[in-house]
């Protein structure tokens, strides 16, 4: 998985390319801005080509790492085979999800 992160004043974008799973959802978790309290994360996944229960779980740890320091992430960008994965297990009720990053980003921003 390739992580690419861009800012916005205080919002960061995390852009994940590749294959989000048991391999590589440490290096979403390890990531800076997620670890970062004073930052909003758009978490773009428009690239993600595979998502098992690790990748899931692992954003929404950083969801809940996020809702600790009263920041929060935000999820942008969900293809249809990463849609279908929240939809099956019911978590997309635990995320604010956006079809485009730009709506992420303003949205973000009058919060």
Known sequence: MIITETSNGSIA???LSG???????????GNGAIGN???????DLEKVDFIDSS??????????K???????????????RVRRVFEITNAQKLFHI????????????TR
């Open 37 to 43: 309290p004073r930052q909003t994360v758009v978490l």
């Open 13 to 15: 974008i995390v852009a």
């Open 19 to 29: 294959t989000l799973d048991a391999a590589s959802s440490p290096k979403l978790a």
């Open 98 to 109: 956006f079809d485009d990053t730009a709506a992420a980003v303003e949205y973000a921003e």
């Open 66 to 80: 996020k809702s600790a320091m009263k920041a929060q992430l935000l999820l942008s960008c969900m293809n249809d």
């Open 55 to 64: 990748g899931l779980g692992a954003i929404i740890g950083a969801l809940r």
